[in-house]
């Protein structure tokens, strides 16, 4: 017995993300890019906006942005930074308060002495520093007052601390001398590694040294020096904008007070030695900025440099968001912090950005041409036409997202007679005969199986007549200035997927006109930009049509033309481009010569008029009346339905005898399909 073999599984890091969500849809970001596209938009710049717009149901970098600006906006007008010395103030009034009360109640004080007391209580300056520094060698008669002047410098040595570093305030609160004296040796020996590591002396030994001893210190538990410095740097950075918001005279008050920071300027001092390393080792932070804050909320020095920070990080999330910059890519949003700002859901949306914008590039929706700009695949353009073609489908036939099985796949109109199934065959089985087959067959042979393959039969279709389709739209400026240009297109590509995914057999030739005509690839076309030149040359572009109909000699051709305006140039013999306007009657002539010799050729011809210019009117219903031609004047929204559906009458005419403009009974009651197979 061969030994089993187990495959083995693979492991990956978990990225974060709904792991049960599932992967991003691209049909409704391929639309929208395509869209954009036709209307002038490079690729990449159509995805880009459809990023910042985002989709139905998912927010874009907009959204994003707006929400960044909005937590921006509340920090700067809630917040004010006067916390700290309104704290300080609080414990000072206070401390004056319990002295007041103490010297009141006790009658063994010397009268003369207690006068004295009152009066240096009495004449404390309105400056709060001053007050402070003022009673730093009072003799506190009150064991109340004595320990609300004491906190005020376990205050400000603590605040000064949560400046540079976070949550150093709640973690000193009722410290020991012996806490107050591992802060200053911890502040001795990383002002020492900075100042070796400027030098170029340090090593990782002496990192990791310093770390071993005050580890505790640093949460974000840094695994070199660079790390370290990074994470301190942007903290002090903070503490620096913050001390330049506010007033002169809160940062005079400030300094003041600071000298006071646990009984001693020496805190200080080595505050102001770090502070110098770190701009020294880090110049490239921000030390120089500032923000207006003028809410009602206090903030004191450490939680207002957290909040300094935070505006930092909504900075950058801004300047990421916007994604302005050269080389922008969705990888760049910082997702963690994208996190902390505005929280966990605000990140799966970047996240599903980034997803999308991934996919996008890797799915063949978009690939970079020879010269570097992004374009879309013939995938996408297959895709997008398939979403055109549904639109015209429901606008047709009314009946949205409805399938008819019976022609799915089917070669041509059934006939009713049924055979049996060969290899190849692709017609739909006649289900009702293929059962009848398994169990005439079962009567003789009850063990069989119920349905063989050679039971199965397929129902028969009509021979199905090749058409040889010319689809002439107009591209002189007029389209693009009344806005026809974009309509134009999605009529252009509607039509061409069906032909492609349902008619294979049909030849389609995209001619554009405007002071010259040309054949253009669908690709070319529906990338093509707005044309501005003047001229409308219905003649080069009927030349072009015939020359295709006559390579398709066998085919019935269609003559489908798109068009807003008058004829106002013809080629001349010489091969040069004759423009005159009003149109000249050498022009016309030209024009009706050729609508004849396609006439000639058995053309089926439609005129789309855009616009309701009397002139045009007149010249092309005499135009439509001169071959037997049709004229419809659709809307531009249903411009495509229109084209599609005067393609599929002509087919049809020329089988059974439908006539011209039945489409929507073909549409509606024959069964058109479009589906992902095609």
Known sequence: MPRSRTRASRFRRYDGGDP?????DLREAVEAIGEDVMAGYSPERAMREFLRRGGRDQAGLDDLARRVAERRRELTQRHNLD?????????LDKAVLEERKQLARDVDLDDADRAFREMQLEG????VAAAVSELSSYDWQSREAREAYEQIKDLLGRELLDQRFAGMKQALENATDEDRAAVNAMLEDLNELLEKHRRGEDTQEDFEEFMGKHGDFFPENPQNIDELLDAMAKRAAAAQRMLNSMSAEQRAELMELSQQAFGSPA???SMARLDANLQSLRPGEDWGGSERMDGEEGLGLGDGTGVFQDLADLDDLAEQLGQSYGGARMDDLDLDKLARQLGAEAAVDARTLQQLEQALR?????QRGTDGNLRLTPKAMRQLGKALLRDVADKMSGRQGQRELRRAGAA???SGATRQWEFGDTEPWHVPRTVLNGVVRRAGDPTGQRVSIEDVEVQETEARTQACVALLVDTSFSMAMDGRWVPMKRTALALHTLITSRFRGDALQLIGFGRYAETMEIEELTGLDSRW???TNLHHALLLANRHFRKHPSA??????VTDGEPTSHLEPDGEVYFAYPPSPLTIAYAVRELDNAARLGAQTTFFRLGEDPGLARFIDSMADRVEGRVVAPELDDLGAAVVGSYLGSRTSYRSGFGGGGYGDWFGGRGFWVGDQA
């Open 83 to 91: 916390g700290t010395l309104q704290e300080v103030r609080e414990l």
């Open 533 to 535: 030149d003047k001229g």
């Open 556 to 561: 019935q051709p269609v003559l489908l033309i």
């Open 362 to 366: 890797d799915s063949g929706t978009l």
């Open 20 to 24: 049960l969500a599932p992967p991003v």
């Open 412 to 414: 041509g109109d059934l």
């Open 124 to 127: 404390l300056p309105p400056n």
């Open 267 to 269: 805190l200080m001092e």
